[in-house]
């Protein structure tokens, strides 16, 4: 596929997603967008259906062939897919990208950041939060006293 039509492509389904439109989501993956395909901005397509709540959305781009632990690098879109859903409290969302491997313990900013479980916490967002603990994600403080 050449750039133009990548990058026509690409605007499509930032703007299908943005609008909640997941039959245009649909037509555009099959038109052949990689599903992990940034924006300019350096968005990635789970993120912003993640950070939405989008949870619809989130389960085409990942059946589709986009990484549940991709992280983000986008000017106020950084961080992983699941780490923007818990934040929000999207459980729908959470339980989509879990389905598909996310990783409840990969914390942002490269591992050195937050994690879905910290982003629940805080939010509070407590069914979120039960949800990643069930499968299997661990406060920073679990994590370290298991390792000491």
């Given at each position: 596929?050449?750039q ?13 997603i943005l609008?909640?439109d ?6 555009v ?5 990689d ?6 901005e350096?968005?990635?397509p789970?993120y ?8 619809d ?24 897919p ?26 942002e ?6 994690s879905?479980?910290d982003?629940?916490n ?27």
């Amino acid at each position: 596929m050449n750039q133009r039509k990548r990058k026509k492509l690409s605007r499509h389904l930032f703007g299908a997603i943005l609008t909640s439109d997941a039959a245009r989501v649909k037509a555009v993956l099959r038109a052949g967008i990689d599903p992990n395909e940034p924006s300019s901005e350096g968005t990635t397509p789970l993120y912003l259906a993640s950070v939405n709540g989008e949870a619809d959305i989130a389960r085409l781009l990942l059946k589709a062939g986009a990484s549940p632990d991709t992280e983000s690098n986008g000017f106020g879109s950084e961080g992983t897919p699941l780490c923007a859903a818990a934040c929000w409290g999207y459980t729908e969302t959470v339980r989509e990208l879990l389905a598909y491997g996310a990783d409840p313990n990969r914390r942002e900013d490269h591992g050195t950041g937050r994690s879905p479980l910290d982003w629940a916490n805080e939010g509070p967002h407590p069914e979120t939060a039960e949800l990643l603990t069930a499968a299997g994600a661990t406060t920073h403080r679990s994590a370290q006293a298991a390792q000491g």
